[in-house]
Structure formats: C-alpha cells, structure tokens
C-alpha cells in the first residue's frame, strides 16, 4: 500500500510560514497584495476566486479584485492591466484565464510585469524558470509539485524523473525545476515511443498528461513516486486524476490522492509568491 502524499499537510506548513512573513512585512509598513483580474462570469473563474480570496484572508494577504465586463476590448484590458503594472500597492497579479475569443492571450499575458506574475504566464517569467533566475514566478502548479516533494523529503538530487506532459502550465516548467534540484530528467509526450517503458523507470513520475485515467498499472514500477496533477471530472461527476489511482496505488511507493493532491497546494503556492513578490519589492525599491 503506498503512502500518499496528501496536500493538506503541505498547505499547512505553508500557510503558518506564509503568515509569519506576512507579519514580517506589515511590520515594515508592506501588506503583501493580490490583484485577481477576471473578464466575465464564467463559473469555473468565480469559484476559483472565492477560493483565492478565502486562502488570501486567511494567511492576512490583501485582495484587490478586479471584474471587467465581457464585452471589454482589448484596449481596456491593457489599459486595466497597465493600471496593475503602476500600482505598487499591487504585488502580484492574478489573471483568470482562458479571456473571452476576442481577446489576444498572448498579448494580454504579455501587458503584465514579470515581477507581478504570480502565476508564471508571462514569457519572462517562464524565461526566469528556464534560466534558473528569479524573474517571475514558476506556473503555481508545477511549484506546487515542488512543494509536496520538499515537504515529504523526497530529494530529486541523482534520481530519475520522468514527467509524462509537455506544457507550459506543468510539463516544461516541472522538468526545469526538477533539473534544477540536480534530477535526471525525461519528458514523455504524444509522441513518446513505448511511453509505458520509459516511465517504469522513473524514481519519480510526474503526471500531467490531461487524459483522466491514461497512467494504468503498466507505466509504473516499485519504488516510485507519483505526482498526479490530472484534473478531471468522470460521468458521475467525481473528480479524477491522470493516473487511474485503483491499479497504481498498490503497486509504487508513494502517490498524490486526487481530489486532495497536488490541486490543493496550488492556492496556498500562489499566496507564497505574493510574499515574495513584496519582499522583492522591497529590495528593488
């Protein structure tokens, strides 16, 4: 039976630690602060910032939202953005995406500073992740990634990791942090040959593939540690990940439960990258 690597206790020693920089800062006359930037009513936009804002309440982080109608254009948009850039009230910025079809992502994610993406969407923070610097922030998911391995002392120093996903949001950052704490690192994709051989030999497997159920008991092995990151919703409506957790689980060494995973830590992985875009501030200033 495998130990799972839940994401309730990493949230935890986040949060109290979140906290006590917090006070840190408004000791220094500097309350760390989130503007949430939303374009319409989608409901899945709506309940993640009331998630936002409950995490944001209760680490003490200020929260200055931001609702622009569906109809707005481009213009206003950058405009509202550009209005973020100014503010250094303003710390980070979270932009909730996908914008309506008459937008320009590329642009709109291009508007806002590096220093104030908190969520890794901007080409210079990616930039930051891939050189190693520390300009912008990691995509709060892979960071969150991170986190549950630091958390459970799970060293990628020397081991194998096999990162099953190419994106921007998880896949391509994960595998630059991952190499980044000295880990051998693979990326498997669409077009992976006999991806089930490659991944059997990781020591560390992170699932990111965004096909519920895809990871069955023939890419895993003994021994190793799975980072599921799926998100995903089956006909009952129960929340699933990208591993089909009843044939891994009893077979690797660890693994993240989903719903409870590594989903649950992006919030607080946010949060801790508002407190450090302040104390960045800070020092810039």
Known sequence: MATLLRGAEV??????SIKADVRALVSRGVLPTL???RVG???DDLAYERGAVKRAETVGIG???IALPETVSQEELIDEIAKINAD??????LMLRPL?????DLCAREALLPEKDIDGITDGSLAGVFAGTKRGFPPCTAQACMEILD?????PAGKSAVVIGRSLVIGKPVAMMLLQKHATVTICHTRTKDMPSVTR?????????GKPGVVGAEYVSAGQTVLDVGINFNEEGKMTGDADFAAVEPIVDAITPVPGGVGTVTTSVLMAHVVEAAKRAINRA
């Open 151 to 155: 958390y459970y002392k799970i060293d």
């Open 63 to 65: 929260i200055k939202q």
């Open 41 to 43: 009513e989608k409901p």
């Open 100 to 104: 309506p079809k008459d937008i320009d």
């Open 201 to 209: 030999r990781a020591e560390i497997l992170i699932v990111a593939a």
């Open 88 to 93: 250094e009230a303003i710390h980070g910025c």
């Open 11 to 16: 949230v935890s020693a986040l949060n109290e």
């Open 35 to 37: 503007a949430i930037l």
